[in-house]
């Protein structure tokens, strides 16, 4: 079946710039998380949304980042103001339940000039 | 400080071979382990699982042990093959606390052959 789908898998802008990444998650799954991750580096938690709202959004950086997840399917990550320190690859995951595993798509890697 | 932490930022073995990859945790209030398979341009898969009332759990070719007593948490590969190359992260969940994954650094298996 159908994994976790993340679109662009490369974007490339400059400094300032507003970026939306989308992350399909698998069907049927009620949980959606965004991660991101630096060279070398295990992914780091962003937010988490159950159904439409966002559960727990403890692990975003700034007021620059925010993610909206409208009909519980579909969610976008988007980030204002892009820095170059934003550059990283980031992580969407599923799970059916909160209580079940987490499952990644292989992320949009993100690159600010 | 991380919370998850390896032991060995690079482990090398034969082919064929069992491979022992470690993992060790500092928060006693985590009450949920998984570890994930990250291949060189895609997302982290999930490889096992374990909830802090289990010690071991078994899947195929793959075990997970947990010793809360030590906060020390491993897996172990059987049998390791070519396709077992990757970095393999462990990860943890606080009981009660965000939802969100807490991710080590990540152990960088190499397979000898």
């Known amino acids: 079946g159908a994994g976790v789908s993340q679109t662009p898998s490369n974007k490339v802008t400059e400094k300032g710039k507003y970026v939306e990444l989308r992350c399909d998650p698998i069907?049927?799954?009620?949980?959606l998380y965004w991660y991101r991750q630096s060279l070398g580096q295990g992914p780091e938690f962003l937010i988490y949304?159950?159904?439409?709202?966002?559960?727990?959004d403890s692990g975003l950086p700034n007021d620059r980042f925010f993610a909206v997840r409208p009909e519980g399917s579909v969610s976008t990550l988007k980030i204002q103001r892009t820095e170059r320190g934003d550059s990283a690859v980031y992580l969407c995951a599923s799970s059916l339940t909160v209580d079940q595993p987490q499952h990644f798509g292989d992320g949009t890697r993100l690159s600010i000039l | 400080g991380e919370s998850v932490g390896l032991h060995l930022p690079t482990l090398s073995v034969q082919e064929g071979d069992n491979s022992i990859i470690n993992c060790a945790y500092s928060n006693s209030a985590s009450d949920y382990f998984i570890w994930y398979k990250q291949e060189s341009g895609k997302g982290p898969q999930f490889i096992i699982d374990?909830?802090?009332?289990?010690d071991k759990r078994q899947g195929q070719r793959v075990t997970v042990l947990l010793n809360k007593t030590v906060k020390h948490l491993s897996l172990q590969i059987a049998a390791t093959q070519p396709g077992d190359s990757a970095v393999y992260f462990c990860a943890e969940k606080l009981r009660g606390g965000a939802d969100g994954l807490t991710f080590g650094k990540g152990t960088h298996l190499i397979i000898q052959p």
């Open positions: 069907s049927g799954h009620t949980a």
């Open positions: 949304f159950q159904g439409t709202g966002a559960a727990d």
């Open positions: 374990i909830r802090s009332n289990m």
